[in-house]
């Protein structure tokens, strides 16, 4: 499989994953006690995050074999693709109070949950940018 | 850097596809060589050289040389 194809995949991953914050907030933990619901989601998102985005992270970087270009492609998108996400990540952590889901519930808590999503989502792009001009 | 990489390659009647197996690399990487896009790295060259039975310097050449 082509390096354009896998980077498409991660962006998707990447897209499917920035959901998981908000299906965690659906199942608000209770202050007094943690309820079955919020357990179980915690789970889910926790493995989402783990099984698809460290996969596609291992998948592109370490699995995949690439030829000269394609690891200069890879390098290059790494590092911008990690410039990204601090910027985006400084945002977020920034604004944590400030921005909000859809029932009240600010990110506060849950802005852990964009890193791994905002990593392939910028590492991707710019792969994908990369490889069009190069 | 240019190069007649298209021409020699028209010439043996390959494909993109057929010569990036011969080299182990992806179709991409032949096509951003051909257009000029991306220089090779001293060993893909000289694998270039030997699949055509050429020198280096006959395929790759600096714009001013020729």
């Not at chain 1, 915690?42 to 030829?67: E, P, Q, T």
């Not at chain 2, 990489?5 to 010569?19: F, G, K, T």
């Not at chain 2, 055509?52 to 001013?64: D, G």
Request: hydrophobic content about 50%.
């Amino acid at each position: 499989m082509n390096l354009t194809k896998q980077l498409k995949k991660e962006l998707i991953v990447g897209l499917l994953l920035l959901l998981v914050p908000f299906f965690y907030t659906l199942f608000p933990s209770n202050e007094m006690s943690t309820d079955a619901k919020t357990t179980i989601a915690g789970i889910l998102s926790n493995l989402a995050v783990l099984v698809f985005g460290f996969g596609r992270i291992y998948g592109v970087n370490f699995k995949m074999k690439l030829d000269e270009r394609e690891k200069t492609i890879v390098n290059k998108a790494s590092g911008s693709g990690v410039f990204f996400l601090i910027l985006i990540m400084f945002f977020i952590y920034g604004l944590r109070n400030v921005i909000v889901f859809h029932n009240h519930i600010s990110i506060n808590e849950y802005w852990g949950f964009f890193l791994v999503p905002v990593f392939l989502i910028s590492h991707s792009l710019s792969g994908l940018i990369l490889s069009s001009f190069e | 850097m240019k190069n007649t990489l298209h021409i020699l390659r028209a010439e043996r009647r390959l494909s993109q596809d057929d010569l990036a197996k011969l080299l182990d690399v992806s179709r991409q990487t032949i096509n951003a060589i051909e257009r000029e896009k991306y220089d090779p790295s001293l060993p893909l060259a000289l694998k270039i050289a030997k699949v055509f039975n050429k020198k280096v310097e006959e395929i790759f050449f600096l714009e001013k040389e020729k």
